[in-house]
């Protein structure tokens, strides 16, 4: 178990939105301990836990809202502070999503560094898988196995000479976050192009930050970063979704055609069976209803 920590200094960044369009601000700012992880939109204003009740859509990405005020595509910055082990922090952002930069967690990471990471006086706790837990949801399937530690073993399968089907498996630390899963980026097919933008979506997206695959295989003139990079940002969405849990998980999450819908359904659903988990704080136990009755 390890000590809670936040950024030393504020940091900022400005980009566009990948499913709105819009231009916004994003500043990341120290919290105290045991406060968890805040989004403010400063524009509204409006205060919105980074939690999986907050969740009021999963169309192409994560949003999180409240009271009608929401924040779309929170969970690559989500994946760069939960993959830093940054627990405490204030996310203000003067738009209604945060900016999509080059469409991985990569630049996010650069903040957190550049802004400095602070150990807080305080053990962080976390959610301990004890037993199997599966879950279903559609053609999709998320099971979690108890584990000494973090891993997610994760595979997709899109009829996409592109893709295919691919499969990694990985114990996940702020090491191999950094370098195998928070540089991959977006993707997406010219094909959906015109469905999205119909219905509101992929307004800011273009070949700078999402890999474009058309009939004939990637449009992208940079080419890919890694040969599995489509499996490797899957891996970093479902590390941002996850992260909406509250807690980080020890144990091994083996996830098969999820998406931010099944994601956080999992979740809910984990949740809902207190026998399968326990939250250890200060290497001891703590009750599990106490929890559900404090963040369900």
Request: hydrophobic share 40%.
């Amino acid at each position: 178990m390890r000590f809670q920590r936040t950024i030393k200094k504020s940091i900022s960044v400005e980009g566009i939105g990948l499913h709105t369009g819009v231009q916004s601000r994003v500043t990341i700012n120290p919290a105290a301990r045991d406060s968890g992880i805040t989004f403010v939109r400063t524009d509204k204003p409006m205060v919105i836990k980074a939690h999986v009740g907050s969740v009021i859509d999963t169309a192409f990405a994560t949003t999180v809202g409240q009271n009608g005020v929401k924040i779309r595509t929170v969970e690559h910055i989500l994946a760069a502070l939960a993959g830093l082990g940054i627990d405490n922090a204030t996310i203000e952002v003067d738009g209604p999503e945060i900016p999509i930069l080059d469409g991985s967690a990569t630049d996010f990471i650069s903040l957190v560094l550049k802004a400095g990471i602070a150990k807080q006086g305080k053990k962080r706790p976390y959610l301990r898988i004890l037993r199997p837990f599966v879950f279903e949801d559609g053609h999709s399937k998320i099971a979690v196995f108890p584990h000494r530690g973090s891993r997610i073993t994760y595979s997709i399968h899109f009829h996409h000479h592109g893709i295919g089907e691919q499969r990694l498996s990985m114990d996940i630390n702020e090491e191999s976050f950094t370098r195998e899963i928070a540089p991959a980026r977006t993707f997406g097919f010219v094909k959906d192009i015109e469905y999205l933008r119909t219905n509101g979506l992929a307004k800011g997206g273009s070949l700078d930050n999402a890999i474009i695959l058309g009939d004939n295989g990637i449009l992208n003139a940079t080419g890919l970063r890694f040969k599995d990079e489509f499996v490797r940002h899957k891996i970093l969405d479902s590390i941002g979704d996850f992260s909406l849990l509250g807690f980080p998980i020890y144990g091994h999450i083996v996830a098969s055609k999820s998406g931010h819908a099944t994601n956080v359904k999992f979740l809910k659903k984990l949740l809902s069976f207190p026998d399968a988990w326990d939250i250890i704080v200060e290497e001891e136990r703590a009750p599990s209803s106490a929890f559900l009755q404090i963040n369900t």
